[in-house]
């Protein structure tokens, strides 16, 4: 009896053993969209231009609405945009944000970047997500050559009538309430209305450790994304437009702590971003692997804490428990020790 459930006993713990080894560890990389993937506000493309307004003369109003009323910025400029489509009498529908988002321009090397960086990532035992975490607006980004490439857009969106006419915002994303999205990341809890994603969660629960994550941002508004993945050991990068080499923001990011590298918007295969993330992929890949030989190496260090722990139950009961009991305790100190490798007397 005890070699038979000493004998299923070591099975439960190989096949324990072979299921870590086997384990394919994720990473994500969650990227702002407008000046980070784009080179400008995607609604200054052809959003704006399509109902004949002057993008400068839309954002001067707009931030005109939001200052006199202590409004925020981004439900101001969709506020702005519904008062414009009625007042054009052209309504905004969903299809419509879509077919814009085909026109967005993206910086050089986007299109294929995604599928470069997923299979450097799976040849180092990685698996690779991607996510936008942005201010504009969804149903561009979701019309975008590049939008079946994201597990999860998180940004800002309308709410639609039943025959899909825009009608009011649904959700707002700004600097702020941007890190809420980096915690659902991290926890798996992907959709926006489920609260379950302030509820504590062991680290070893999460399904992105946040050191497995990287952020892409370009300016001061992705400070708050930047400064979490930062703080709790991921990676943040911050990109400039290569054109216009404006570097201030990205020199005062680093120097502020902010950010771990900056980079040109250049998604090429021999950019320096491209060299910045295969380096953070080989790091992570590297610190997974250690962890994968820690949690073997736990397998028997575990079963060693189980049997002190039984031990010391069956030292405070001996004395009162029957033959059988004590019999019954003794066998099964007796099988944990006869699986666990080493003299540990």
């Given amino acids: 009896m005890v070699n038979d459930n000493t004998a299923n006993a070591q099975e439960a713990k190989e096949k324990e053993i072979e299921a870590i080894k086997n384990r394919k560890p994720r990473m994500a990389i969650c990227y702002d969209f407008d000046k980070t993937l784009s080179p400008d506000d995607m609604q200054t493309f052809t959003l704006i231009p399509s109902f004949e307004i002057d993008a400068a003369s839309f954002w001067e109003e707009s931030n005109k609405l939001a200052k006199d009323n202590l409004m925020e910025t981004n439900l101001?400029?969709?506020?702005?945009?519904?008062?414009?489509?009625?007042?054009?009498?052209?309504?905004?529908?969903?299809?419509?944000?879509?077919?814009?988002?085909?026109?967005?321009?993206l910086y050089k090397g986007v299109e294929d970047w995604f599928d470069r960086m997923d299979k450097y990532a799976e040849k180092q035992g990685?698996?690779?997500?991607?996510?936008?975490?942005?201010?504009?607006?969804?149903?561009?980004?979701?019309?975008?050559?590049?939008?079946?490439?994201?597990?999860?857009?998180?940004?800002?969106?309308?709410?639609?009538?039943p025959d899909g006419v825009a009608e009011w915002p649904a959700q707002a994303v700004n600097y702020t309430n941007k890190t809420q999205f980096i915690f659902r990341i991290a926890k798996g809890i992907f959709e926006e209305y489920d609260d379950r994603v302030n509820d504590s969660m062991p680290e070893n629960k999460l399904?992105?450790?946040?050191?497995n994550i990287v952020y892409i941002g370009d300016s001061a508004t992705?400070?708050?994304?930047?400064?979490?993945?930062?703080?709790?050991?991921?990676?943040?990068i911050g990109v400039y437009d290569p054109d216009k080499n404006i570097r201030k923001k990205v020199y005062q990011l680093f120097n502020d702590g902010r950010i771990n590298y900056f980079a040109p918007a250049d998604y090429s295969s021999r950019s320096e971003l491209t060299k910045y993330v295969k380096q953070i992929i080989d790091a992570v890949a590297a610190r997974e692997k250690m962890k994968t030989e820690q949690m073997v190496l736990n397998v028997d260090a575990a079963l060693f804490n189980s049997i002190k722990a039984f031990e010391q139950m069956y030292d405070l009961t001996k004395h009162q428990a029957s033959k059988k009991m004590k019999k019954d305790m003794e066998e099964t100190i007796s099988e944990m020790k006869a699986f666990i490798p080493g003299n540990i007397e």
């Fill in 76 to 105: 101001a400029w969709m506020y702005q945009l519904l008062h414009y489509s009625k007042f054009k009498r052209k309504s905004i529908r969903k299809e419509y944000f879509r077919e814009i988002g085909k026109d967005v321009a």
């Fill in 222 to 236: 992705d400070i708050p994304c930047m400064r979490l993945v930062k703080s709790k050991g991921g990676y943040s």
């Fill in 126 to 161: 990685i698996i690779l997500e991607h996510y936008i975490i942005s201010s504009g607006l969804k149903e561009i980004i979701e019309g975008s050559r590049i939008a079946d490439k994201f597990k999860r857009i998180y940004a800002s969106s309308y709410y639609y009538t």
């Fill in 207 to 211: 399904y992105i450790p946040y050191e």
